[in-house]
């Protein structure tokens, strides 16, 4: 075996697989040892060199198979068990040729090589020459290269596949060659296949390259395929045809091949082919009946891509070609759905996204049009409603919903009227605010520039009191079938209650609060009476309300409300506010009243309870009575349920560094700032004084250090 040096592109250098001794050895020893070598004669050598290298290329060319570049296949590298050979593509394989495997001595160059004068006229000769034997080198070489490939191809035992001939044995006989021949060149490899294997079985492998995970065997193949196709100038019409996509006994959308013709012609020939694939359907269906073919087709999972491609190409050949916008949709919808089914319709999808596409008109609007006119302006606003329901509807009703709120504006449709179409003024019950189209209804008021909260107040106090309407609206709010905010709804009501001048007990008594018993504090409507009585009476408000429970109730019921256990969050406070002014009437003292509200033994949590403002509120509206006030009294009667007075300020530091909400936090704030007031103006203490206590009163060393530094600085 002949070798020639190997350049690699990692820099290795020179190598060698020479075996023997090169014949050109002698010649290149007595050129060296010449003693006339000078710097002309070192670069007469340089090019003889290149020039021998090139003739010894040319050595194999009638003793047997030459290969040249290694092609891109190593990535079979890794699918390959034993025998594989991993081809680098950074570097170029050595040429070889064995003298043994056939002869073609009546194709070889007929060049001699004399010696050194003959090499050197050959390098004097000029550039014209040099080119055009590069290229008669070249030349054969690709014969040779072609010829030694199939030969290869032969000796591995891969033989002509029959049709029925699985893609797994096919896949297998790439790997042989592969494996046995890792360098032969991509057109080369195509070659022996090709030769091997009529196309139809060839391609069947194409198949598995469309399929999701494919393997490397056949992404491979089918580059090589298309790179030939492209090479060799095909159409998509001549792929077409080669893969038999034309037979029309045979339902080409289901036919393995028609995604790779469709690759093909969209990587490769830049082309859409739903287009040119639509023209020869043309001739199979009449245009009905195409369409209800790719309707189907949409419903199975191997086809409906290709059915959405044909689709689109079939409505935009509809709107192009001047057919009217309403016969599209008619014939896309064929047969005609019903309800909810229509906006499901792969072709209504599909007949939007050409018309937004290329502007050819607002395909919402259009559509909305031809709805009202085959449901009935009446009922499409309904089957919008349920459509909003459907997670694959909701977007496209959405959509439609508010175009056709948009026509409804135009055309200047009245609130009133979108309620009755709606059936909402039909309700009697609290069914008309769980109505889902009560939410359609109150994005077309607000589009109106109209208040939603005021309409729907007037027409519910036709049918219902106040306190019904307040009542549907907490139900709602409790079950979660409210969809939209209580808040505006019952500013409105105490709006009107205000400008009607009403009384507390009027609203007590509206709201029937007065016949709810031992209950009362269960009544989330409460917060509503609480909250009007607050603004009508500010500071005097709890007195108030008092004096109008008390009229209702006697002290016994009211001790049972105020204490009742089902109290909880906000009424529990609601509750602690009214029970202060019948503990004021009564006398109850300060400590009593913190057991009453349930904060004795709660520690530090006793000063989070909702319930501590209200004793705080009591507390001091109890001092405001007495003759001589105590500023700190405050302090000592909560220090009563900690172990000391520096226990309590521990406590307040801890609830202060707790983030509690606004309220909490002033009335943190307030006694913090009046007991370290206290220890200092009447306790003499000095921060100091805290510097070496107990750890657990760190924070409360660095709270009362700061409060006398600005106190100093004030």
């Given at each position: 075996m002949l070798a020639v040096p190997v350049f690699y592109s990692c820099g290795q250098g020179?190598?060698?697989?020479?075996?023997?001794?090169?014949?050109?050895?002698?010649?290149?020893?007595?050129?060296?040892?010449?003693?006339?070598?000078?710097?002309?004669?070192?670069?007469?050598?340089?090019?003889?060199?290149?020039?021998?290298?090139?003739?010894?290329?040319?050595?194999?060319?009638?003793?047997?198979?030459?290969?040249?570049?290694?092609?891109?296949?190593?990535?079979?590298?890794?699918?390959?068990?034993?025998?594989?050979?991993?081809?680098?593509?950074?570097?170029?394989?050595?040429?070889?040729?064995?003298?043994?495997?056939?002869?073609t001595s009546e194709e070889r160059v007929d060049i001699k090589v004399p010696g050194a004068e003959k090499l050197k006229g050959l390098i004097t000769s000029g550039t014209t020459k040099l080119k055009k034997f590069a290229s008669r080198v070249k030349n054969r070489l690709a014969f040779n290269n072609q010829k030694g490939t199939e030969d290869s191809v032969a000796k591995l035992g891969v033989g002509a596949m029959e049709s029925k001939r699985t893609d797994t044995a096919l896949a297998q006989s790439v790997i042989t060659i592969n494996n046995k021949r890792p360098e032969l060149n991509e057109e080369a490899f195509h070659s022996a296949l090709t030769a091997k294997y009529d196309v139809e079985a060839l391609t069947k492998i194409l198949v598995d390259a469309q399929r999701p995970g494919a393997s490397k065997v056949a992404t491979m193949v089918e580059a090589i395929q298309f790179d030939n196709w492209v090479t060799q100038k095909k159409t998509a019409g001549d792929i077409y045809n080669l893969l038999k996509l034309n037979v029309e006994d045979v339902d080409v959308l289901v036919n393995p091949l028609l995604p790779t013709w469709i690759s093909f012609v969209k990587t490769k020939l830049k082309e859409d082919p739903y287009d040119f694939l639509l023209l020869k359907l043309a001739k199979q269906y009449e245009e009905d009946a195409l369409h209800k073919r790719l309707i189907a087709a949409s419903t199975t999972a191997s086809t409906r891509d290709i059915a959405s491609g044909l689709e689109f190409a079939q409505i935009k050949k509809w709107l192009t070609t001047g057919k009217a916008e309403d016969d599209v949709l008619k014939i896309s919808l064929v047969p005609a759905d019903k309800e909810l089914g229509l906006l499901k319709h792969p072709a209504l999808q599909t007949f939007i996204s050409y018309a937004t596409k290329h502007h050819t008109l607002d395909p919402y609007e259009f559509l909305v049009l031809k709805l009202a006119k085959r449901h009935g302006e009446d009922e499409l606003p309904k089957m919008l409603v349920r459509a909003k329901s459907d997670s694959d509807l909701v977007s496209m009703a959405v959509k439609l919903e508010s175009t056709q709120f948009k026509i409804w504006k135009e055309k200047g449709k009245t609130s009133d009227e979108f309620f009755k179409m709606l059936r909402l003024d039909t309700d009697q019950s609290i069914d008309t605010l769980k109505s889902p189209g009560l939410v359609s209804w109150f994005s077309y008021v607000k589009k109106i520039s109209e208040n939603p909260t005021e309409v729907l107040y007037r027409k519910l106090e036709i049918r219902f009191s106040d306190a019904e309407i307040l009542k549907m609206f907490f139900a709602g709010r409790k079950d979660g079938t409210l969809k939209f905010s209580l808040g505006p709804m019952v500013r409105l009501i105490k709006g009107n209650w205000l400008g009607q001048k009403k009384t507390a007990e009027d609203v007590f008594t509206d709201l029937s609060l007065h016949k709810d018993g031992i209950n009362f504090f269960e009544n989330p409507i409460l917060v509503t009476w609480f909250t009007y009585v607050k603004s009508m009476h500010k500071e005097e408000a709890d007195n108030v309300m008092s004096s109008v429970m008390t009229k209702y109730y006697d002290d016994e019921t009211l001790k049972k409300m105020v204490t009742h256990s089902s109290i909880t969050g906000n009424l529990k406070a609601t509750a602690a506010q009214v029970a202060s002014a019948l503990w004021l009437r009564e006398g109850m003292s300060a400590h009593e009243a913190f057991k009453v509200l349930r904060l004795r033994g709660k520690g530090d949590n006793a000063l989070l309870d909702p319930a501590f403002g209200t004793w705080v509120s009591y507390f001091n509206k109890l001092q405001r009575k007495k003759m001589n006030q105590d500023e700190y009294a405050i302090i000592a009667e909560l220090s009563k349920h900690f172990d000391n007075d520096l226990d309590l300020a521990r406590a307040l530091c801890a609830v202060a560094n707790k983030n509690p909400d606004l309220d909490t936090a002033q009335t943190i704030t307030s006694l913090q700032n009046l007991q370290f007031k206290q220890w200092i103006q009447k306790k003499q203490w000095n921060a100091k004084d805290l510097r070496y206590a107990d750890l657990k009163y760190t924070g409360v060393y660095l709270s009362f250090y700061r409060f006398s530094h600005t106190t100093r600085e004030k």
């Open positions: 020179l190598a060698s697989e020479a075996s023997k001794e090169p014949t050109y050895k002698p010649v290149i020893s007595k050129f060296l040892r010449s003693k006339a070598m000078s710097k002309t004669s070192l670069r007469t050598f340089l090019n003889c060199f290149v020039l021998l290298s090139i003739l010894v290329l040319l050595e194999p060319v009638g003793g047997g198979p030459v290969s040249t570049t290694v092609s891109n296949r190593s990535v079979l590298s890794n699918e390959t068990s034993n025998g594989a050979v991993n081809a680098d593509i950074n570097r170029m394989q050595t040429w070889s040729a064995k003298d043994d495997e056939y002869d």
